[in-house]
């Protein structure tokens, strides 16, 4: 047996472009329906989760993978500080279980970006 040189293929890579961060990032949010519903829950249930996640998504300005602790922090403690208890509730449950979901093993990491695990840790609840 012989050793041989082995490249890096990541290093091959070349970074996601918009378009195709905005095609993963959709195909990533449908993975998360999809196990949301294989999981049992209801289609309003699902629902209520996926507006939730497009109304931060929509403020934060970019995908959620890339939302850190003190963006979290920011938008529950400015942007929601006068929401009723129960809309910060589901909002950070919905965000809590899409971290979870992204966090479970699932390979879903677009080429380029940040090597860093998603996460959220300190959520109002």
């Known amino acids: 047996m012989s050793l041989a040189v ?27 329906v999809l196990a949301r519903a294989a999981a049992g829950l209801s289609d309003n249930t699902i629902r209520s989760d996926v507006l939730h996640l497009e109304q ?16 979290a922090d920011a938008y529950f403690g400015t942007v929601l500080r006068d929401a009723a208890k129960g809309t910060r509730l589901a909002r950070s449950q919905a965000l809590r279980t899409y971290f979870l979901f992204l966090e ?8 380029g970006s940040s090597p860093r695990p998603p996460a959220v840790t300190r959520l109002p609840g």
Do not use: N
């Open 56 to 71: 931060l998504r929509a403020w934060f300005g970019g995908p959620l993978w890339d939302m850190e602790p003190a963006d």
């Open 6 to 32: 082995v490249r890096d293929l990541r290093e091959a890579r070349v970074p996601a472009g918009p378009d195709e961060l905005a095609a993963f990032e959709t195909d990533v949010l449908a993975g998360f």
């Open 104 to 111: 479970s093993g699932q390979s879903w990491r677009p080429a």
